[in-house]
């Protein structure tokens, strides 16, 4: 993996070897930020430095930080985020949300990335700053599977009092579905990570980037427990669905064994039973 990694990165800087490439490249960026709905993002990040046309210090440094993050070296980013600072360059909105992002996805590797995550995350607010609905989504993600129940409360107080409203539809956070909503986030985690199975580990990993996959999985559960004569469960599950914003357990357990069968794996599905 880190062979690839830095196969990766080589390739990223080749393509910032002198200012004209470095300006395609931010155009590239520039274009991928607008069709990812960041378009404002995009604009205040790339806002000419002078008449000349000039990209800006925090620009270079941002896309220095995201070449660092996309090929997954986020001490790196950190580094060069760190350095930005030193520097007396101010941090744009979408320098903040590639930073946390990198730092987020990449907690497995080390536990403390969350606790910048959750830091850089609340400073964006403190700068009047909104953040980004994936970045949110991605932090409490990591909170959800890194920490406690305690800890995910205080950073859902913490942004709550500094008026951060979450617009993610994916996860409800009323205080009585918070504990089983985050082992649900866990258990997604723990899927991915600790099946060696490519084929069953693709499965899972769809499930975590398109729920609507596995919300088309409990349709099926639903059905079968209404020709079953089972309506009344039917509608109780689907009722935690629209309450917590995810799956319940028994409708994950029941997709992981189907997987697991569906490639031959009955010692795989064995275990999740």
Known sequence: ??????????????????????????????????????????????????????????????????????????????????????????????????????????????????????????????????????????????????ESVEKAREFLEQIQAKGFVPESKNFQFEETHLAEAMKGMKMYDDLVNNTTDKNVQKVFRTWRTKPGCLYKNSLKMYKALIEDGSADQAMELYKRVVEMGIQPMVVVHTSVIEAYLKFGKTKGALGAY
């Open 1 to 146: 993996m880190t062979v690839i990694e830095d196969i990766f990165l080589k390739k990223q800087f080749e393509m910032l070897g002198d200012y004209g490439s470095l300006n395609n490249y931010a155009i590239l960026v520039f274009d991928s930020m607008a069709n990812s709905g960041m378009p404002d993002e995009a604009k205040e990040l790339f806002k000419p430095r002078s008449e000349l046309a000039v990209l800006p210090d925090v620009a270079v440094f941002t896309i220095v930080i995201r070449c660092y993050a996309y090929a997954g070296k986020t001490k790196a980013a950190l580094r060069v985020y760190h350095h930005m600072l030193a520097s007396g360059v101010a941090p744009a909105s979408v320098t903040y949300s590639i930073l946390i992002t990198a730092l987020a996805k990449d907690s497995p590797s080390d536990v403390t990335f969350v606790g910048y995550a959750k830091k850089y995350f609340l400073e964006m607010l403190d700068k009047g700053m909104k953040p980004h609905s994936a970045s949110y989504t991605t932090v409490f993600d990591a909170i959800a599977c890194r």
